[in-house]
């Protein structure tokens, strides 16, 4: 499963309908679509989801923010996968993020920095059981 990754086009994307065009990046950069859907996180979703920030000073925020909205979530393949989707990402403060990068592109802010991307591939199995059946992920 390591060309697998597991995505999330974040609420400020949605909000701003960049969807579309994110989805055409990550195709162009050669990931294929196994699996995506919208859907809205619970505030017990996010929680579960970003436990590992949990001691964090910005982590309430960040579940306010992640629930604040439609999300859309997908499972991609790629060869590297995780490390590509990291590098088309950019750096997590779209200000710092390279030119071209989809966080360089449609991000915000720190915290409002359009897309997630697993960050490893433990992460990537896990993110992706965490939102789709293992029937879906074919
Ligand atoms: P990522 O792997 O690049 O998404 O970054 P992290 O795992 O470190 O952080 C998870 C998410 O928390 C980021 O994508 C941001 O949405 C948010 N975040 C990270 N650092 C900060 C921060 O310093 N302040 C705020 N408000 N949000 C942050």
Do not use: C
């Not at 001691?55 to 629930?67: I, Q």
Request: a negative charge.
């Amino acid at each position: 499963m390591n060309n697998r990754t597991f995505t999330i086009i974040k609420p400020d994307s949605v909000e701003n309908g960049n969807v579309g065009k994110i989805i055409a990046h990550l195709e162009g950069e050669g990931f294929r679509i196994v699996a995506g859907r919208m859907t809205r996180l619970s505030t017990d979703q996010a929680r579960a989801f970003y436990a590992v920030h949990s001691k964090r000073p910005f982590y309430n925020d960040l579940v306010a923010y992640m629930t604040s909205g439609p999300v859309w979530v997908m499972s991609l393949e790629r060869d590297n996968a995780v490390p590509h989707l990291r590098k088309t990402m950019g750096a997590t403060n779209p200000a710092e993020a390279d030119q071209g990068t989809v966080r360089a592109l449609y991000g915000e802010s720190i915290e409002r920095n359009a897309i997630h991307g697993s960050d490893s591939d433990e992460n990537a199995a896990i993110e992706n059981a965490f939102f789709f059946a293992a029937s879906e992920l074919i």
